[in-house]
Nanobody
Framework: EVQLVESGGGLVQAGGSLRLSCATSGFTFEDYTIGWFRQAPGKEREAVSC????????YYTDSVKGRFTISSDDAKNTVYLQMNSLKPEDTAVYYCAAGILQLPVIGGRQVWMPLTGARDYRYWGQGTQVTVSS
């Protein structure tokens, strides 16, 4: 059974930090890109960040660059999202998801391609609420 379990959400003041965790099981971790999405009330789900540790690939949406850091512990099949300098606009439900690696051949070698669309992901967690107060 595939499972993705998020934890670490909560209420924090603007400028504060939170560390989200996504513990996975039931699939071959290294064969997937693990992503973090968020969805605020009345808004579409948006990609925040994603990673594959085998290919050392990471992606961040522009609004979180320099503030958020994604990392992976392959031994624990767990992905983390360290969120610093949080802003009220970061308030949302945060989801982790797993999508099959996409490795297009460019210049004669396989290149890791970040997955930024929700449709690219096969498995999803239940979400964790992050609330940033001003």
């Amino acid at each position: 059974e595939v499972q993705l379990v998020e934890s670490g959400g909560g209420l924090v003041q603007a400028g504060g930090s939170l560390r989200l965790s996504c513990a996975t099981s039931g699939f071959t971790f290294e064969d997937y890109t693990i992503g973090w999405f968020r969805q605020a009330p009345g808004k579409e789900r948006e990609a925040v960040s994603c990673i594959n540790s085998v290919y050392a690939g990471t992606y961040y949406t522009d609004s979180v660059k320099g503030r958020f850091t994604i990392s992976s512990d392959d031994a624990k099949n767990t992905v983390y999202l360290q969120m610093n300098s949080l802003k009220p606009e970061d308030t949302a439900v945060y989801y982790c998801a797993a999508g099959i690696l996409q490795l297009p051949v460019i210049g004669g070698r396989q290149v890791w391609m970040p997955l930024t669309g929700a449709r690219d992901y096969r498995y999803w967690g239940q979400g964790t609420q992050v609330t940033v107060s001003s």
